[in-house]
């Protein structure tokens, strides 16, 4: 007789979840049953709504996590939100063990004084809606009075936004870049991006690849001044213990510093060792400047870290767009570290609370585990340590109910994977016909309706 098989719910369909279940099917030695749950009808998380428009070689990945959806053993359930449609005490009655791989779509807040203006934005928000993401796509941009950006941070987030402000509209434009956004963008009257970092650029979060690409922007001035690019004393003391990328970069930002400039309609100027102090606002609440302090570096528990030096002015800006770390947020039902803002946990297993006990068949992996840290294929070592506690702690499988019926009979629209495949057939469809690689489903219920009448 062959052996029940182990029924696994992964809930969330990012890279996480994908590298979960291909980690799971690949060291499993027991027949397994894995549900990818997301609440949105589409799959690939991050990838889809995350990935820069312009960077479709870096969206192609979405391929291989496709084949994982091609396993028998493999279903997706999409449009099922936790917490919503179904608890967790419903997933712990239908599954042996369930995985939350439910990443960090918040956004940190960067309490300053004037934050509260229409005007100050999270890059994270903006990032989702230039992407079409359903649950952003009608934010309000008002770019059409935007001269002067400052985007505070410069990881690869900050840099992918500088890129989208700054780039060729038409190229933009055979992306599948949110037609909303493009619009905006092209009535945009934008002449300069600061891109501005609290220390120097040997300690910027940007990869060597990322900084590269946008030295390499065509018809955009990308600069900095020698003193931004100037290697300081506490920085030089650290760089023997440095990341092998912080020599890299320092040299492609000091490349930046001996460019000339060619006076093009657009620039980006990179920034080191500033720190917003606050948003000058109007008396009608609108911003019209940020106050910008000067730091110096110094060494503190063996890493530069930045102290003001009482230096200040105003930067005469009309957008700044924050961009200074994604955040988890807390699930009905899920243990959640508001400190962290991450699940708690032990090795991937889920806690009760920080150092609180394990709950049995509960584990996260991604994002939701570690907090936002690393790029796509970072998620890979991460899944495969889960996927080997989980299989470690399996016993005998009890019979378990399919969850599907359940949800349908409640009147929730599961969308599968070959809903998802014909949505995604239908957006390349639309996107083709328009010249460009697709054309998003711009809401979820666009998503259904075009479902329930083909």
Known sequence: MSQRPFHVAIVGAGPAGFYTAAALLKQATVPLKIDLIDRLPSPYGLVRWGVAPDHQTVKGIERAFFRTFQRPEVRFLGNVALGHDVSVAELQAHYHAIVYTIGNEGFRKIGLPGQQCAQVRSATEFVFWYNDHPHHHDRDFDLGNVRRVAIIGVGNVAVDVARILAKDRDALAETDISPLALAALRAAPIEEILLMGRRGPAQAA???????????????????????????????????????????????????AERPRTGAARSIRCMF??????????????????????????????????????????????????????????????????????????????????????????????????????????????????????????????????????????????????????????????????????????????????????
């Open 273 to 454: 060792r500033v720190s917003p102090q606050s948003f000058v606002l109007d008396e009608n609440g609108r911003m019209v400047g940020m106050t910008v302090g000067r730091n110096r570096l110094e060494p503190t528990d063996g890493r530069p870290r930045p102290v003001p030096t009482g230096e200040s002015w105003v930067e005469d800006v009309q957008l700044v767009l924050t961009s200074i770390g994604y955040r988890g947020v807390p699930v009905e039902g899920v243990p959640f570290d508001p400190d962290a803002g991450t699940i708690p946990n032990v090795g991937g297993r889920v806690t009760d609370a920080p150092g609180g006990p394990v709950r049995p068949g509960e584990y996260t992996a991604g994002w939701a585990r570690r907090g936002p840290t690393g790029l796509i294929g970072s998620n890979r070592p991460d899944a495969k340590e889960v996927a080997g506690a989980l299989l470690g702690d399996l016993s005998a499988p009890d019979p378990r109910e399919d969850l599907v019926p359940v949800l349908s009979a409640r009147g929730v629209h599961v969308v599968s994977c070959m809903d998802w495949h014909r949505l995604d057939a239908e957006e390349r469809r639309r996107g083709a016909a328009a010249g460009r690689v697709r054309t998003k489903f711009s809401s979820i219920q666009a998503m259904l309706d075009f479902l329930e009448d083909t």
């Open 206 to 256: 940007f990869s060597p690849k990322e900084i590269r690409e946008l030295g390499d922007l065509e018809g955009v001035d990308v600069w900095t001044t020698p003193e931004d690019a100037a290697l300081d004393p506490a920085s030089a003391d650290w760089m023997p213990r440095a990341p092998k990328t912080a020599a890299r970069n320092l040299a492609l930002v000091e490349a930046l």
